[in-house]
């Protein structure tokens, strides 16, 4: 029997071929707005908090071409206005920036306006994280108690058994894997401490 070669099979599956509209579709651009700075607050928190790129965020958010034009639709200018606004450069999928460009045209919306309220979409999110926030602290707690009383035994277990033995071995090695996820779960909690204030 002839071996299939490696192109063979693969030109035996038939799939919908990448256009190249789509591709450039993917190309990071640079777009400036002017912004509240709560919007860019939250944007940075939400993406620190969840471990997400402000691109991917931003993305996610713009290409919502429902929720977009429901935005468009409800936009006050006149409170839109009011917002104390700074400049801010954000780098931004080249579909996103259409998609944002088409709406504002199509509405007669501020393309500003559609990033601000659609940023204020994250407020929940914020919320949310709060909440397991503060669990999160509660659980640190406990696992500093933990660890506490993990080093007391492993001291004891030095004092009565000493280092070469196995009880004393296999102990320490586990309190040395419990310090290092301390340290990690510890570092993670101070990160997401900007939340508290917010």
Do not use: W
């Not at 998609?99 to 994250?122: G, H, K, M, W």
Request: a positive charge.
């Amino acid at each position: 029997m002839a071996k299939k070669s490696e192109n063979s099979t693969f030109q035996e599956i038939t799939l919908p071929l990448p256009s190249p509209a789509d591709l450039r579709g993917r190309q990071s651009v640079r777009a400036t707005f002017k912004l509240s700075a709560r919007a860019i607050d939250v944007l940075s928190i939400v993406a620190t908090q969840l471990g997400i790129k402000q691109k991917s965020l931003f993305d996610h958010l713009i290409e919502d071409v429902q929720s977009l034009n429901v935005i468009a639709n409800e936009i006050e200018d006149e409170v839109f206005d009011a917002l104390d606004r700074v400049q801010k450069t954000f780098v931004v999928s080249r579909r996103t920036l259409s998609c944002l460009e088409q709406t504002s045209r199509q509405f007669n919306a501020p393309r500003d306006a559609l990033v601000e309220y659609s940023i204020q979409r994250l407020l929940p999110v914020i919320a949310k994280e709060r909440e397991r926030h503060r669990k999160r602290k509660a659980i640190l707690n406990d696992i500093n108690a933990h660890l506490a009383q993990g080093l007391k035994i492993l001291k004891k277990a030095q004092s009565l058994l000493g280092e070469d033995d196995p009880v004393y071995v296999r102990f320490e090695t586990a309190m040395h894997s419990l310090v290092n996820s301390q340290s990690h779960i510890e570092n993670y909690v101070k990160k997401g401490s900007v939340i508290e204030d917010f």
